[in-house]
């Protein structure tokens, strides 16, 4: 179930999907190593060969109204949502076929120029690699509200080529005692080629069979204008400068990063060759800081930045109607994202009382946001996406965890953990009530908001050979959206549970762990409950050492698990059910430990 943030409308979308796959790889590799007193080097090579099947039926259909609060199966109820409400269905079958290979070769090479610890890095990397695909698609199309059935079939010829190359060199140079410096450069090169033939057969199908030919690779139902023929190429500088100070238990880095990039991109429209460039310089600072006292704490904050290329498909301006309700529509002059990244930690260990506190505390934002722009017919659920730069995303994590036990009661541990956090997503919609697709030239920028907690809390209890723990945990979830039309979702996880453990000196040991999880908030009713769930596991160990054991394990004895996902996004939340995961299985295992080494060079703790 999809819920889409619209400004003056609201969306639902329920999908009903079986999927088959099958694949097949080979996937060989070779490591070669040369050492002496001061240089290494390292040889890496790997070929991978790939071939894979997947045919997929699905049934989808959206409507203005929450449709769960009218049935709780609005595909297969005849009586449900009502029929005003309703906008669209799509009834799709697919196959696609692929065959990819990829090689890959890397040349790694340190040298050391004296034993004061100058040192020079050197390393290369190549991959290339080649993918064919052929996709048929079949839509069937009602628009409710005018009355319209639709027909779209269609076949993907895509083959393309990638190449990609990499180089690197480092330089370490000590200035004086506890002071480094390091100057690197790395360049990467890449190159994508894709020719992606689009044949519109629709009704016309049968007109075109002809003896030894595929009826959907004729010149009479071939697409100019649904075809991708583009060329990307894209360089990437990286140049640092970075100075490392090492004093008695304290570790400081500090240098600035310097990351030029430039993206070629090439492709014909109407056979008509188009070029487009874009330039884009990052400057931003690099550093860390370790803190260690003794072996009661430490401390450590470090700051990164790093960039994204968008993938060749966001950059052509050809629409992609793969999904005939979703067209998607690229962007010649996208550029790259930038993320800031700042991570603390902060660790506390007292081994008396085996007592150990962690906090982490994370802050990032993102120059430059690859998001959607959004065109939106309501007259029919039509929508059509454009990746465009925006910014104004960020977002904040923390996490923490505290275990302890007690000095008069050593029996007992406490195990308490969680994590919290809060992120501002940006997009842009434009919500055309037309009924043709043209869209509209006025944005709408929206934020989503998204807060989530999760905390989890055991007792555990230890006396000789038994070990039992009760515990809880719950998870929360806020989202809000700017939008008018957006509901306000909280959706809630909880759970609590008991464990125990046997381990007898005769070399039996059982465990099991049974607990209640529940859900609630979730838009779909039948997402919502509670799940009696019981794990259990039996092993038996013998022979000298023990060398050997014999395991068995359980899970979800009653049946009752259930694969559920909700996931949201800046524009919209989706909910995933997977109702054909088999949950509840039993493993069968048996382990034998043995050293080829003999007993006395294995227990040489440097082997």
């Not at 088959?20 to 002496?36: A, C, D, I, V």
């Not at 007792?459 to 929360?476: E, I």
Request: aromatic share 14%.
């Amino acid at each position: 179930l999809t819920e889409s943030y619209l400004q003056n409308e609201k969306s639902y979308g329920q999908t009903a999907s079986t999927s088959k796959s099958k694949g097949h790889s080979l996937t060989t590799s070779l490591q070669l190593e040369w050492t002496n007193k001061k240089t290494t080097v390292n040889i890496e090579s790997s070929f991978r060969l790939h071939h894979s099947a997947y045919n997929s039926q699905y049934q989808s259909q959206t409507s203005d109204v929450d449709p769960y609060c009218y049935t709780h199966n609005p595909l297969r109820d005849k009586v449900g949502v009502p029929h005003q409400n309703l906008i669209n269905r799509n009834d799709n079958r697919s196959s696609d076929e692929s065959d990819n290979y990829t090689f890959s070769t890397l040349v790694r090479v340190n040298h050391k120029l004296n034993g004061r610890g100058r040192v020079v890095n050197v390393e290369g990397r190549v991959e290339a690699g080649h993918s064919w695909g052929e996709m048929f698609s079949l839509s069937n199309l009602h628009f409710f509200r005018i009355q319209k059935t639709d027909y779209a079939t269609r076949f993907y010829d895509s083959p393309s080529h990638t190449l990609q190359t990499s180089g690197k060199v480092t330089y370490i140079e000590p200035l004086f005692e506890g002071l480094k410096m390091l100057a690197e450069y790395e360049l990467n090169y890449r190159y994508q080629r894709m020719n992606q033939s689009v044949y519109d057969l629709d009704k016309m199908f049968a007109e075109f069979q002809k003896e030894g030919v595929h009826p959907w690779k004729t010149p009479e139902v071939y697409r100019d204008s649904l075809s991708k023929f583009a060329t990307n190429r894209y360089w990437n500088h990286r140049m640092r400068l970075m100075f490392q100070y090492v004093y008695g238990n304290l570790n400081m880095k500090i240098g600035v990063q310097a990351n030029p990039l430039r993206t070629e991109t090439q492709y014909d429209r109407y056979r008509i060759s188009v070029d487009t460039s874009r330039t884009v310089m990052n400057w931003s600072p690099e550093f860390s800081l370790y803190y260690k006292h003794e072996d009661r704490w430490n401390l450590s904050m470090q700051y990164t930045g790093h960039s994204v290329q968008p993938d060749i498909f966001y950059l052509l301006p050809i629409p992609d109607d793969t999904d005939p309700l979703h067209v998607r529509m690229g962007n010649p002059g996208l550029r790259p994202s930038f993320t800031h990244t700042l991570t603390t930690n902060f660790f506390v260990f007292e081994p008396e009382m085996q007592r150990q506190m962690s906090l982490s505390a994370s802050v990032q934002e993102v120059r430059n946001a690859m998001t959607h722009r959004v065109y939106y017919n309501s007259l029919v659920g039509w929508r059509r996406t454009t990746p465009v730069n925006i910014n104004g995303d960020r977002s904040l994590n923390t996490a923490w965890t505290v275990g302890t036990s007690f000095k008069s009661c050593a029996d007992w541990y406490i195990d308490f953990q969680g994590e919290t956090g809060r992120s501002r997503r940006v997009g842009l919609q434009h919500l055309d009530m037309a009924s043709d697709k043209t869209g509209g030239d006025v944005d709408l920028e929206y934020t989503t908001h998204q807060t989530y907690v999760q905390n989890y809390l055991g007792v555990q209890w230890t006396k000789g050979v038994f070990v039992l723990k009760p515990y809880g945990y719950v998870s929360y979830e806020r989202v809000r959206s700017s939008l008018y039309g957006a509901d306000k979702r909280d959706t809630w996880v909880f759970g609590y549970g008991f464990s125990g453990r046997v381990d007898a000196d005769c070399g039996v040991s059982a465990a099991v762990d049974v607990y209640n999880n529940s859900r609630r908030g979730f838009i779909g009713t039948e997402l919502n409950g509670n799940e009696f769930l019981c794990d259990a596991e039996v092993s038996y160990s013998f022979l000298k050492g023990p060398s050997a054991t014999v395991r068995l394990q359980a899970c979800d004895l009653f049946r009752n698990r259930a694969t559920t996902i909700g996931v949201a996004g800046v524009s919209g939340r989706r909910e995933t059910a997977y109702t054909c995961n088999v949950n509840s299985y039993a493993i069968f295992g048996f382990t034998y430990r043995f050293s080829v080494f003999g007993r006395s060079r294995a227990s040489n703790p440097k082997n």
